[in-house]
């Protein structure tokens, strides 16, 4: 069990070593997206089989119902993945208690709707206008309690915007959040 924690903190200092890198590239132009067919459900469950460790290891769950009848778009797979494991890991980091997340999909019209939802700490009005924001991590008072750079959601908002799609956020306090992306299906 040690060496599997050891493996897994090494796997993620790893994994936010190449986000800054590839958030570098943003700043310099020097970043692409490959434009390939991407199966969001595919790549959903593979995201939820990462999670499995942490599912087990804080009691927490994470729920799936993907109704999408057209799930797939195109993208980078890579890029997108990272998107979505950004969101599902803020929904982790500001639960309270055991995490509760709940992905949903399904189609309006020519788009495939992503709804990532959880029962965290919520947030409120001036972070919810802030957290797309380079660098902003949400305090309190003059202490960061939260863990991180203040570039991942940045980082998500670039990626679905260089999709052509949209990405909006609803939260209250005490409740939780529903992160929502709307993505041109194939």
């Given at each position: 069990l040690h060496r599997v924690d050891r493996r897994q903190r090494q796997m993620c200092i790893r994994d936010r070593i190449e986000r800054v890198l590839e958030l570098a590239?943003?700043?310099?132009?020097?970043?692409?997206?490959?434009?390939?067919?991407?199966?969001?459900?595919?790549l959903i469950h593979?995201?939820?089989d990462s999670f499995k460790l942490k599912v087990n290891k804080e009691a927490g769950d994470i729920q799936l119902s993907l109704l999408a009848k057209e799930q797939t778009i195109i993208g980078d797979n890579m890029h997108f993945y990272n998107v979505l494991r950004n969101i599902v890991e803020n929904g982790i980091k500001f639960s309270d208690e055991a995490f509760r997340i709940k992905i949903e999909t399904e189609n309006l019209g020519?788009?495939?709707l992503i709804h990532v939802k959880d029962?965290?700490?919520?947030?409120?009005?001036?972070?919810?206008?802030?957290?797309?924001?380079?660098?902003y991590r949400r305090?309190?008072?003059?202490?960061?309690?939260?863990?991180?750079?203040?570039l991942g959601l940045n980082y998500v908002q670039e990626i679905i915007s260089r999709m052509q799609?949209?990405?909006?956020?609803?939260?209250?306090?005490g409740e939780g959040s529903m992160f929502s992306l709307k993505i041109p299906i194939a």
């Open positions: 590239k943003f700043e310099r132009n020097e970043f692409h997206l490959k434009h390939q067919e991407v199966d969001v459900h595919t593979e995201l939820c020519s788009f495939l029962k965290g700490i919520g947030m409120d009005s001036e972070t919810k206008k802030r957290i797309f924001d380079r660098f305090s309190e008072g003059n202490l960061h309690n939260t863990k991180g750079f203040g799609g949209l990405i909006e956020v609803e939260s209250k306090l």
